[in-house]
């Protein structure tokens, strides 16, 4: 019979997205707003960026992808935007690859996006 473990994890810190050019999907996400908050080479040929939304407390980290962490995944990562639909359409002007805006009754408004090595995000409206 499997023990239950209590633990005193209380929030998100960091979400790490693998990238084929760190640099470029650098800016990608400060094209969309994010400030970055950190950027350096931990140890020899690992670096370490770390990029959010203005006042988010969760941070997305952009490291070098490899064989054991390809790019081009779903992230399944879920942004939270007070207006989706203005994402949307600011995004889609932009260039950036997004999906449909979803609108089902009683969901918040919804969208998925990629970045430059096509990791897929998405974009919820509050509620």
Same mark, same amino acid.
């Given at each position: 019979? $499997?023990?239950?473990?209590?633990?005193?994890?209380?929030?998100?810190?960091?979400?790490?997205? $693998? *990238?084929?050019?760190?640099?470029?999907?650098?800016?990608?996400?400060?094209?969309?707003?994010?400030?970055?908050?950190?950027?350096?080479?931990? %140890?020899?040929?690992?670096?370490?960026?770390?990029?959010? $939304? %203005?006042?988010?407390?969760?941070?997305?980290?952009?490291?070098?992808?490899?064989?054991?962490?390809?790019?081009?995944?779903? *992230?399944?990562?879920?942004?939270?935007?007070?207006?989706?639909?203005?994402?949307?359409?600011?995004?889609?002007?932009?260039?950036?690859?997004?999906?449909?805006?979803?609108?089902?009754?009683?969901? $918040?408004?919804?969208?998925?996006?990629?970045?430059?090595?096509?990791?897929?995000?998405?974009?919820?409206?509050?509620?």
């Amino acid at each position: 019979m $499997p023990t239950t473990t209590s633990t005193t994890i209380s929030t998100i810190r960091t979400i790490a997205i $693998p *990238t084929t050019d760190q640099d470029r999907t650098l800016a990608f996400f400060e094209d969309l707003g994010f400030t970055k908050r950190f950027d350096e080479e931990l %140890q020899e040929g690992f670096r370490w960026i770390e990029v959010a $939304p %203005q006042g988010s407390a969760v941070s997305v980290a952009i490291v070098e992808a490899g064989d054991g962490l390809p790019a081009g995944v779903d *992230t399944g990562i879920r942004f939270v935007a007070t207006d989706a639909a203005a994402d949307h359409a600011a995004m889609t002007g932009a260039g950036v690859d997004v999906g449909e805006l979803l609108r089902w009754p009683g969901v $918040p408004a919804m969208f998925a996006f990629r970045d430059v090595d096509g990791n897929q995000f998405y974009v919820s409206e509050t509620d």
